[in-house]
């Protein structure tokens, strides 16, 4: 713990470094400034008011082996109860031009320690980090994982990389009330879980030549699009989409498939299937009545969703993908239905 004063503030944790020291304590005197400043010290320390730095004196005078420590709620750990809850500023769908739900997926955006740019106006030592947020935040954390998931799977294509954080993204989060979850028109397939993304059993991909003959001003349907989410703004009351799924691992996984929708039913065709490792040479082979081997590294399944209600605005469901021996995470799609059709935005 040292004295404020006589010599510049971040030389004094300089010093203390040089001693040995892991950590300083910065108090404010009587009779002197009681500001605190925002300095960055080259081991971390804390700079505390007068009144704080006296309470510390007089503890330190006061016997031998002080021990204190730093902690926060659950041991240190984070509190929970204020974990994965978007900001009321957050934008969020729907997409009103045509059924693709966006947002894909969110990040952390709130209160970011982030870097910031040296200002020729402000004094000299001021703080080169702030505390930031927006989608300039939440942004380079998707981008940054995605590097990260890049690095681990070299061989996955960037939409397989992107697939996969959609899919095992964590679906837990709530709306800026804190406690009404959070929807696909909130954050798409959920919050990007890098404990799981890289270790997706399930990856989809998509070309860059159906992207553009998707395109709905050129005619095309971009329902059409292998995505791990559906939407249907005209779904009257029953729809259905295609897609396919393909081994992210190098091993063999045997899945079950099932869904849930809120107040309609979900089917999903075939509910069981096995993969191959992703190495296999083994993709789609017509020796069976549905076209595909019994055992591949590609599954195209069928996502059926009936009994919409009439009068529906829009609702919410999901497609579940569970390795039947627990080897890979969950893997999910979300699901967007309304019987009411696409209002074109002015």
């Known amino acids: ?9 971040v030389l004094k944790g300089v010093n203390v470094a040089a001693g040995g020291a892991g950590g300083l304590i910065l108090a404010n005197v009587a009779g002197g400034n009681d500001g605190l400043n925002p300095d960055f010290h080259v081991i971390p320390g804390i700079h505390v008011n007068i009144a704080d730095g006296d309470i510390l004196r007089n503890w330190l005078a006061n016997g031998n082996n002080h021990s204190g420590a730093i902690d926060g709620p659950a041991g240190g750990a984070g ?8 900001a009321g500023f957050s934008l969020r769908g729907p997409n009103l031009s045509f059924d693709v739900t966006k947002p894909d997926i969110t ?8 870097a910031v740019s040296d200002d020729p106006n402000t004094p000299v030592g001021s703080s080169e980090l702030d505390f930031l947020s927006g989608t300039s935040m939440s942004s380079p954390h998707t ?5 990260l998931v890049m690095e681990a799977q070299p061989d996955w294509s960037v939409m397989e990389v992107k697939s996969a954080m959609q899919m095992t993204a964590d679906q837990t989060g709530r709306k800026e009330d804190n406690i009404t979850p959070v929807t696909p028109d909130d954050v798409g397939n959920g919050r990007v879980d890098l404990t799981q993304a890289a270790l997706s059993g399930l990856i989809m991909n998509e070309t860059f030549a159906n992207f553009l003959a998707a395109n709905p001003a050129a005619g095309g349907d971009p ?26 691992q190098a091993f ?7 869904g849930t929708g809120d107040g309609f039913t979900v089917t999903v065709t075939p509910s069981n299937f096995s993969l191959l490792g992703k190495d296999s040479d083994v993709l789609f082979r017509d020796d069976n009545e549905d076209g595909q081997s019994a055992v591949s590294v590609l599954q195209r ?3 059926q969703v009936t009994g919409v209600a009439s009068g529906n605005i829009m609702t ?26 696409p209002v074109t935005p002015p």
Do not use: Y
């Open 316 to 341: 919410f469901g999901n497609v579940l993908f569970t390795e039947d021996h627990g080897i890979t995470p969950d893997a999910h799609m979300t699901i967007a239905v309304s019987n009411q059709l």
């Open 143 to 147: 981008a940054g994982a995605a590097a």
């Open 301 to 303: 399944v069928t996502i």
């Open 79 to 86: 509190n929970p109860a204020t974990a994965d809850v978007l």
């Open 107 to 114: 990040n952390p955006g709130v209160s970011i320690l982030a």
């Open 1 to 9: 713990m040292c004295d404020r004063g006589t010599i510049a503030r």
């Open 223 to 248: 329902r059409t699009l292998n995505l791990p989410s559906m939407r249907d703004t005209g779904c009257d009351p029953d729809c259905s989409w295609t897609r396919v799924v393909k081994s992210g």
């Open 252 to 258: 063999a996984t045997d899945w079950t498939a099932s």
